[in-house]
């Protein structure tokens, strides 16, 4: 399986702002799909959003308006800018091509999350 790199995470106040990365060799010319999950202690991985490899975003309700995904495709790159932090989205964050977008995008392994942890 080809390894992927999330980056970015850290500790912020509520308000405050992030930009996560997401590496993922290859998924550009794959035309995958980008997925960013999440995952809280003690709660089940949740979806937050993703970009379509044309470009479209998608976000869960909580999210939309604070949190934008982009992706870069000569870096192979997604990111996810998260402003207007709140608490409750302190999680370990998490990308994934979409293995249902084509074939290739099934390939990747699970990368080891980045932690984002917002203090009220």
């Known amino acids: 399986q080809v390894p992927l790199v999330e980056s970015g995470g850290g500790s912020v106040q509520a308000g405050g702002s992030l930009r996560l990365s997401c590496t993922a060799p290859g998924f550009t010319s794959k035309g995958c799909d980008i997925v960013w999950y999440r995952e809280a202690p003690g709660h089940s991985r949740e979806w937050v959003g993703g970009?379509?490899?044309?470009?479209?975003?998608t976000y869960t309700d909580s999210v939309k308006g604070r949190f934008t995904i982009s992706s870069d495709a000569a870096r192979d790159t997604s990111y996810l800018q998260m402003n207007s932090l709140k608490p409750e989205d302190t999680a370990m964050y998490f990308c994934k091509p979409d293995s249902n977008t084509g074939r290739g995008c099934g390939v990747y392994a699970w990368g080891q999350g980045t932690q984002v942890s917002v203090s009220s």
């Open positions: 970009i379509s490899h044309d470009g479209r975003e």
